[in-house]
T-cell receptor, first 110, second 115 residues
Framework: QKEVEQNSGPLSVPEGAIASLNCTYS??????FFWYRQYSGKSPELIMS????GDKEDGRFTAQLNKASQYVSLLIRDSQPSDSATYLC??????????FGGGTRVLVKP | EPEVTQTPSHQVTQMGQEVILRCVPI?????FYWYRQILGQKVEFLVS????????KSEIFDDQFSVERPDGSNFTLKIRSTKLEDSAMYFC?????????????FGPGTRLTVL
């Protein structure tokens, strides 16, 4: 069974701090990785994609990928209360289907 | 900004009835998907569709499920005889190729309740 694992949280961070989220995957055939944000009762919203080892930055978000360790992370800088949501990590193989982790709930406290 | 749309937002049906969930993908996307999320659980892949045919399906997508692209804009998921365990949020996604990966954008979902 190909799995994507995340700590369910909640990850509580003060406003303005950095939130650090982690994800591991078991399928070495996974080629690309995505972070989605999901507010309660809503659909997943794509916030970052990464397929090369290293860091990728977009605004306040930085995704990090280490294929040797099968590890993906997401940093959220200057966290805002509006960042409070569940963050889903997903892996993608050559067939394009996404395999999702269970998500990490983030709570940003003012 | 273009979005994926889905109708209805909420569908209530009796066990054994047929339901059709509808989606309008983003217009210039070529890849279409259905996922579902049972309350409190992971988002699960059901099926992918490309070039007017199924390209991959999961174990969940058995003979009770079918997909269709009846015209140039709609993409539908049919469940022939619903079961209680089909109750879930069903998300349609449309995808575009970016370099070596496929970015997928999700619609707002249809909440299916089977009684």
């Amino acid at each position: 069974q190909k799995e994507v694992e995340q700590n369910s949280g909640p990850l509580s961070v003060p406003e303005g701090a950095i939130a650090s989220l982690n994800c591991t995957y078991s399928d070495r055939g996974s080629q690309s990785f995505f972070w989605y944000r999901q507010y309660s009762g809503k659909s997943p919203e794509l916030i970052m994609s990464i397929y090369s080892n290293g860091d990728k930055e977009d605004g306040r978000f930085t995704a990090q990928l280490n294929k040797a360790s099968q590890y993906v992370s997401l940093l959220i800088r200057d966290s805002q209360p509006s960042d409070s949501a569940t963050y889903l990590c997903a892996s993608q193989t050559a067939g394009n289907k996404l395999t999702f982790g269970g998500g990490t709930r983030v709570l940003v406290k003012p | 900004e273009p979005e994926v749309t889905q109708t209805p937002s909420h569908q209530v049906t009796q066990m054994g009835q047929e339901v059709i969930l509808r989606c309008v993908p983003i217009s210039n996307h070529l890849y279409f998907y259905w996922y579902r999320q049972i309350l409190g659980q992971k988002v699960e892949f059901l099926v992918s569709f490309y070039n007017n045919e199924i390209s991959e399906k999961s174990e969940i997508f058995d003979d009770q499920f079918s997909v269709e692209r009846p015209d140039g804009s709609n993409f539908t998921l049919k469940i022939r005889s619903t079961k209680l365990e089909d109750s879930a949020m069903y998300f349609c996604a449309s995808g575009r190729t970016v370099g070596s990966y496929n970015e997928q954008f999700f619609g707002p979902g249809t909440r299916l309740t089977v009684l």
